[in-house]
């Protein structure tokens, strides 16, 4: 079970390997974070984009790109297709963004007859590594889901346990994460939590265990969640939190990437390979730990998943 | 104006003499926490709640009760009504929740004739020192309004707004935090922080300075707000932080406070006095800081504020 952040970038490396394709390769921290994945052992790349640019800015970058392949493309629609394209053909297995808005990578990997949908929901999942208190946990969903129902909420789920087996954890804790640890009609979000966990109990929902309505303080600490007056061995001990909205999401990743200084990591699962949004607030290291990320969620894709 | 922890534990023993009316008083950290402050000259209080236990709880704290009125009301209801009667009728300046669930006081607080109501919405307003960046910042609402209309929010606002000018900040720079920077019709919080960000260039609201809609990145940090592409003086300066849902306040106060190890306080603004509402998931030390806060926020409503 991979407990820390080097432990995931060892288990990208010692891996089989993997190609990464990108779309719209022509992004200097990107073209540094295929390089230096390859030279780890990491994933070979196929740089999809504009080659003049993207041989320009390996050079002021000193990088060698002589054991990339490289595909021409300029416009950054097809170039975006192009990277898909190469997924669904067997030639590379996940997809990584480049210089190009996210809902344009994103069109093209939810395009209906030549994306890389597979009939379940895309949600990303963050990992982040607590370094005081060496442990890590899956986020979920920061990024892409607004306000996902009931239903919504179980596949974000399925795609985020999936993350965890292939990180080596058969059976993750869950934390359904509100405001408050007791259900409030007047909180839909708490609603949604006690039917989650409800139906985790009652064996529909499968390869976790689960929790919640907990807060984070009680999801984080079981020392916090008995002062609260919650019982049983989970509490306090989450390996994944499920938040119930994009804004909690979003602001609990960046409390810990940005303020308590948390290794971060992300991939966009739930289609036939997992997505990398580089983000420009995201460091240099969370580049390359996304693509590790990636690279070890497959480990469980390929092999059935939940 | 107030920049960190000390300066307002120090702001709030300087200034004029208060005193807390302390509800259910039978609680050994809520009896720490008003000992020590009249001994560090910030409060007196008025302990409202069952004697016995009180002095029971007291003796083997080994505190000294002699220095502060004890009203005897064993009944835990009553006794958030006679705290609350207290404050009416100018025997006491804020009122301090002790061993009794925040619903029953806040019922007492929120009685339509006997209440401490003024006709704006009480709203909660944490006070976060992150020491590393030497700054501090208010977060509002973590814990009262579940799910704000633009309305409520300007209330909400409001109210943070003056217990920034109570802490010595006469024109607070506010965040309107969301999941991302631009507005998006899909995504309500920022179509409110447009809507409040207009308001605000308008003059038709007053007091602070805005910007938004922003993610907490480009709220906390100029560099991260630039790399985003915003501009302007106030980007990366948040003195408070507007939050959308209590889940997203919730978990970006506890991510601060617990994660992050930022100092706390936390005060109930709205009402005719400052409600203080200690959980138990906080430590001793944001227990005094929300004394602290509580004190220090009457400044400006004494004065007439926003």
New interface residues.
Partial sequence: MIRNMDELLKAASSGKSHTLAVACAQDPEVLRAVWTARKAGMAEAVLVGDEARIRALAEASQLSLDDFSIVHEPDETLACRKAVSLIRKGKADALMKGAVPTAVVMRAALDRSEGLRRGSLLSHVAFLE?RKWERVLLLTD??LN?APGLEEKKKILANAVRVAHGLGNPSPVVAC????EKLNP??P?TVDAVALTEECRQGKITGCQMFGPA????A??PA?AR??GMEGPLVGCADILL??????????Y???A???R?GAAGVVAGAQAPVILAS??DSRETLMHSIALALVSMEANTTGGV
Avoid at 177 to 180: D, I, K, S
Avoid at 215 to 218: G, I, K, S
Avoid at 243 to 252: D, H, Q, R, S
């Fill in positions: 607590l920061a990024a607004i994460l509100c405001a408050v007047k909180m979000a807060a984070l303080d009680n984080l600490f916090a002062r609260k938040v119930p909205n994009i804004e909690a999401g979003n602001m609990l960046k409390a810990l940005f303020v308590a948390a420009r607030a």
